[in-house]
């Protein structure tokens, strides 16, 4: 089984045309803030990122961005044709690239319950935005997008038909970024007919999705990004009697959502942390609840892998991205060895990068949109 790894993405991919200069990107995760300009060859020009406490969310992030930002992009304030945020869940209504208006901003509003840890922070970041630079153009790109390919056998949930017709179902994130996994293995391996990808992204959020030349047909998170593998503050999936117990038991609902996005996962297995470097330090010294921790993460993550490959039918490539997945040299040895019963197949590393795809895509649609125009007024 051969180890590569893809350090420099952006020369595999595509470069697009566009009459856009250079897109400002917005991207609010979990536990970090990253703010980047590209031009239209896809090179960064400037980047700015910054961490906090995985589970904090909403606009906390984004205080005192007027202090530094506006100064720190003066020098290509005028280049700036358009800005793209990254929004964790579009819902059913969702899934390319949207024009931002004041009516998106209050349906997106109605989705901040969905993903409370991202979209809250997204809308924040876009509200800013409109204040700082008005005329701005500015364009979301969801998470959830990339599933939207998804067949009805991979995203119904076994739930009565009510529920079903509310709209209750499987979405799937971190779509951005395994669509950038995506393009690049591909590129990478000569475009063959039916690669069979199996993208993990392993970091403050954890998702894998079962890849299938270019197109998601299965993936660990559901109708939001509570469900799938463990993660550093959030459970990932359980057993739902367990939560009927704890709302019997007198868990109130805000408690109950609290503690599964907050204080669960890495850090409450461990009791210490959902840091993975720490917890490993602190595994090494012995410590019990770290050393559970990375039991509990690891065999949820086999397992995880394991139905990504029965719904592809096997696999050629398995990607690692994010910040586990691509500096935990210690998962990649274990997975190496404990996955060996599914050779032959290729181990990669491919550094995240959510914010140069998001560029591409809001380029791309930029670019459409400004065709039918054109082609709508020479009509």
């Known amino acids: 089984m051969g180890m590569a790894t893809a350090m420099e993405p952006a020369t595999a991919l595509e470069r697009p045309e566009s009459g856009v200069d250079l897109v400002l990107v917005f991207n609010l995760g979990s536990s970090s803030l990253k703010v980047r300009l590209i031009d239209a060859g896809g090179d960064t020009l400037w980047q700015q990122s910054s961490s906090f406490e995985s589970g904090q969310g909403g606009d906390g992030p984004l205080l005192g961005l007027s202090a530094w930002l506006p100064e720190a992009l003066a020098p290509w304030l005028e280049r700036i044709g358009l800005a793209a945020h990254r929004v964790v869940h579009g819902g059913d209504w969702f899934t390319t690239p949207t024009l931002i208006t004041p009516r998106l901003e209050e349906e997106l509003s109605a989705l901040i319950p969905l993903a409370p840890l991202h979209n809250a922070g997204a809308l924040a970041a876009i509200r800013w935005l409109r204040q700082w630079r008005p005329a701005l153009p500015q364009w979301a790109c969801f998470d959830t997008g990339f599933h939207s390919t998804l067949e009805a056998a991979a995203f119904t949930y076994a739930v009565p038909e009510s529920w079903r017709w509310a709209g209750l179902r499987r979405f799937g994130f971190h779509g951005l970024n395994h669509q950038h996994i995506s393009e690049v293995v591909m590129a990478q391996q000569g475009h063959p007919a039916s690669l069979r990808l199996i993208s993990c ?9 079962a890849i ?8 660990t998170m559901g109708y939001t990004p509570l469900e799938g593998l463990v993660m550093a503050s959030r459970s990932g999936s359980l057993d739902p009697g367990l939560l009927l117990h704890q709302l019997r038991a007198g868990l109130t609902v805000d408690e109950l959502e609290r ?6 996962g890495l850090r409450g297995l461990s009791g210490l942390s959902g840091d993975m470097r720490q917890l490993r330090e602190a595994a090494a010294a012995n410590h019990a609840g770290a050393v559970l921790a990375l039991e509990v993460f690891s065999h949820r993550l086999l397992q995880g892998i394991g139905a990504m490959a029965a719904s592809l039918g096997g696999v050629d490539v398995i990607a690692l991205t994010a910040g586990i997945g691509e500096n935990d040299a210690t998962l990649r040895s274990e997975l190496a060895e404990r996955l060996a019963w599914l050779e032959p197949f290729a181990l990669v590393v491919v550094p995240a990068d ?12 930029s670019s459409d949109q400004a065709g039918q125009e054109s082609g709508g007024a020479s009509g």
């Open 201 to 209: 992204h392993l970091g403050a959020g954890c998702s894998l999705a």
């Open 259 to 264: 503690q599964l996005q907050k204080e669960s």
């Open 212 to 219: 299938r030349d270019g197109r998601s047909i299965d993936t």
């Open 354 to 365: 959510e914010e140069g795809m998001i560029a591409r895509l809001c380029r791309r649609a």
